[in-house]
């Protein structure tokens, strides 16, 4: 394609207004199809699009959880807990995290029947 006279280049990350490399992921997906099939050119930038989007939800939840704990940098364990703790997250990633630890939970049979935190609920 020839560029045009007075107007600066522009990626296609930039012309969709995202973080995420469109270019990249297409050359990706090029490499995962079949030589005999195509890549349509919007379909690289809707799939950044969408993993531009869950990590920044990812992000802001794992945030969250590291705030609560009184710390400042994100921890596989913040991760861990942002994603289990959201329900959505947690059916689209089943994956292990490692040094994720695990998610705290008693049943409540297992509770003493006395006590008021067993009352309250």
Same mark, same amino acid.
């Given at each position: 394609?020839?560029?045009?006279?007075?107007?600066?280049?522009?990626?296609?990350?930039?012309?969709?207004?995202?973080?995420?490399?469109?270019?990249?992921?297409?050359?990706?997906?090029?490499?995962?199809?079949?030589?005999?099939?195509?890549?349509?050119?919007?379909?690289?930038?809707?799939?950044?699009?969408?993993?531009?989007?869950?990590?920044?939800?990812?992000?802001?939840?794992?945030?969250?959880?590291?705030?609560?704990?009184?710390?400042?940098? *994100?921890?596989?364990? #913040?991760?861990? +807990?942002?994603?289990? !703790?959201d329900e959505e997250?947690? %059916?689209?990633?089943?994956?292990?995290?490692?040094?994720?630890?695990? *998610?705290?939970?008693? #049943?409540?049979? +297992?509770?003493?029947? !006395?006590?008021?935190?067993?009352? %309250?609920?």
């Open positions: 394609m020839a560029k045009k006279a007075g107007r600066p280049s522009m990626s296609r990350s930039a012309r969709a207004g995202l973080q995420f490399p469109v270019g990249r992921v297409h050359r990706y997906l090029k490499e995962r199809v079949h030589k005999q099939e195509r890549v349509g050119a919007t379909a690289s930038v809707y799939l950044a699009a969408v993993m531009e989007y869950l990590t920044a939800e990812i992000l802001e939840l794992s945030g969250n959880a590291s705030k609560d704990l009184k710390q400042k940098r *994100i921890a596989p364990r #913040h991760l861990q +807990l942002a994603i289990r !703790g997250l947690d %059916q689209l990633v089943k994956a292990t995290i490692a040094g994720g630890g695990v *998610i705290p939970h008693i #049943h409540k049979a +297992l509770l003493k029947k !006395g006590t008021k935190k067993f009352q %309250q609920e």
